[in-house]
Antibody
Framework: QVQLKETGPGLVQPTQTLSITCTVSGFSLTSYYMQWVRQTPGKGLEWMGFIRSGGSTEYNSEFKSRLSISRDTSKNQVFLKMNSLKTEDTGVYYC????????WGQGVMVTVSS | DTVLTQSPALAVSPGERVSISCRASEGVNSYMHWYQQKPGQQPKLLIYKASNLASGVPARFSGSGSGTDFTLTIDPVEADDTATYFCQQSWNDPRTFGGGTKLELK
């Protein structure tokens, strides 16, 4: 069955870099888009970006200058890296599959604080 | 960005029919999707491209609309439907989400 699971640090200091891994099973990353969505107290659900089945990426311009999405198909993993973190980046970060976001991971809570 | 506007909250009794609306600030064709989120859980896809029922979702859920006005209908509502419902458009860049409608049961 299709499963997605995010792993990452619970706490990150301001100005530092956030790294989250999404490990998937039950399907191939070369057949589906993979997207990142976050949910913050201030802005609710926000689409961050995606990596296409072919490996190219697109980002929300809100995050474009500090966000990177990549993958390792051999390990069935997708990666999110975002630098220059601020307290407003505190929230739950989700990976989700395909154009319609048909499957979501459980999410990882990230707190940005010193 | 395309702003999606939803009513903040609704309260209905079990067995009734409820319609949850989502209005877009500009046209999104039929590229509107609906999600259900229960406290402490990830969102779950209910309806994709305005009116298509996602796999495993009960037929009590249905969607309609095109352009700028969309509706998610639950008929009949059951106790387990207590949740927040979000719309999301994927026609315009960036894709955006509505603020959510919290559905409570009387």
């Amino acid at each position: 069955q299709v499963q997605l699971k995010e792993t990452g640090p619970g706490l990150v200091q301001p100005t530092q870099t956030l790294s989250i891994t999404c490990t998937v099973s039950g399907f191939s990353l070369t057949s589906y888009y993979m997207q990142w969505v976050r949910q913050t107290p201030g802005k609710g659900l926000e689409w961050m970006g995606f990596i296409r089945s072919g490996g190219s990426t697109e980002y929300n311009s809100e995050f474009k200058s500090r966000l990177s999405i990549s993958r390792d198909t051999s390990k069935n993993q997708v990666f999110l890296k975002m630098n220059s973190l601020k307290t407003e980046d505190t929230g739950v970060y989700y990976c989700a599959r395909d154009w319609e976001l048909d499957y979501w991971g459980q999410g990882v809570m990230v707190t940005v604080s010193s | 960005d395309t702003v999606l506007t939803q009513s903040p909250a609704l309260a209905v009794s079990p067995g009734e029919r409820v319609s949850i609306s989502c209005r877009a600030s500009e046209g999104v064709n039929s590229y509107m999707h609906w999600y259900q989120q229960k406290p402490g859980q990830q969102p779950k896809l209910l309806i994709y491209k305005a009116s298509n029922l996602a796999s495993g979702v009960p037929a009590r859920f249905s969607g309609s609309g095109s352009g700028t006005d969309f509706t998610l209908t639950i008929d009949p509502v059951e106790a387990d439907d207590t949740a927040t419902y979000f719309c999301q458009q994927s026609w315009n860049d960036p894709r955006t989400f509505g603020g959510g409608t919290k559905l409570e049961l009387k």
